[in-house]
């Protein structure tokens, strides 16, 4: 696999909140989901890979152009869709399309075509005249047309009804199987990390205290019923525990001890992807 990007040693300081120092490399082929509370420096992590908020220190380097040199070429290379558009509201999805196609040596026309048709973009109207949803399906359908090696999608099913969150989810999983591409998003969907993400990336505080492959995460946090009540000490593993089950982030030293210490469990499970997020962010 190609690595498209690589971040080192990212610092920057905003008003509330200190990003970094963040590593991260993406590789073609793969979905990178950041999750995290609401202000932990996701959206702006974006931000900083686009140079639209400038960093402090550090490197990003996109196809090994640095984002924030002289040479502007990676630009062509990369596809942004925002929280929240400006400058948009007076025109037509059809004039949008007219201005940014143009930008774009790879642009895909049958692609946007097929978007609008699924999901019954009306091309005619202006931005400020369409809902949320659909001001999110057109914007959407405008980044991903750009066809460029790298997609940034900042919450990217907001606003949407479920059938066109489902939708976009197959578009994107087939999008990525075309070509030496990937995809960074964040996303407080559980649906779309699920289906989507090969990785999940957990910030907190504007720092990037884990990174998971989505499957080991799953394999780490495990839930014990419990027959009997458990020591007052902590256990190997523990990252919670109730009077009915305790929760371990390393099954196989806590199961150790629960065998030696013959203590019995009626149940073993994986925890859903909303809690282990909790238990790492809060």
């Not at 059809?94 to 075509?113: G, H, S």
């Not at 504007?206 to 009540?229: D, H, M, P, V």
Request: net charge negative; glycine share 4%.
């Amino acid at each position: 696999m190609e690595t498209l990007l690589e971040i080192t040693n990212l610092e920057k300081q905003l008003e509330s909140l200190h990003i970094g120092p963040i590593q991260l490399t993406v590789e073609s082929g793969t979905i990178t989901t950041l999750v995290g509370r609401n202000g932990s420096g996701k959206s702006t992590l974006l931000k900083l890979i686009m140079n639209l908020v400038k960093p402090d220190q550090g490197n990003i380097k996109l196809l090994d152009v640095f984002t924030h040199g002289q040479d502007e070429s990676w630009k062509q290379f990369i596809a942004y869709q925002p929280q929240t558009i400006i400058g948009w509201d007076a025109f037509t999805g059809q004039t949008l399309k007219e201005f940014i196609a143009p930008l774009y040596r790879v642009w895909d026309e049958e692609l946007f075509q097929k978007m609008v048709s699924l999901f019954g973009i009306p091309l005619n109207r202006r931005f400020r005249k369409l809902s949320q949803g659909m001001q999110q399906k057109l914007t959407i359908a405008l980044t991903i047309s750009k066809n460029t090696p790298l997609l940034l999608l900042d919450e990217p099913t907001s606003f949407m009804d479920i059938p066109a969150k489902q939708l976009l989810m197959d578009l994107l999983v087939d999008w990525i199987d075309q070509g030496e591409r990937a995809i960074i998003m964040t996303s407080h969907q559980s649906a779309d990390i699920m289906k989507l993400s090969d990785y999940i990336n957990v910030l907190k505080n504007g720092k990037l205290i884990a990174n998971f492959e989505k499957e080991t995460l799953f394999a780490t946090y495990q839930r014990y019923w419990l027959t009997e009540k458990l020591p007052a000490i902590t256990i190997p593993g523990e990252v919670k525990r109730t009077a009915n089950y305790l929760i371990s982030s390393s099954p196989e030293q806590t199961e150790t001890f629960l065998s030696t210490q013959q203590i019995k469990w009626t149940t073993q499970e994986a925890l859903k992807i909303e809690e282990i997020i909790t238990l790492l962010t809060v």
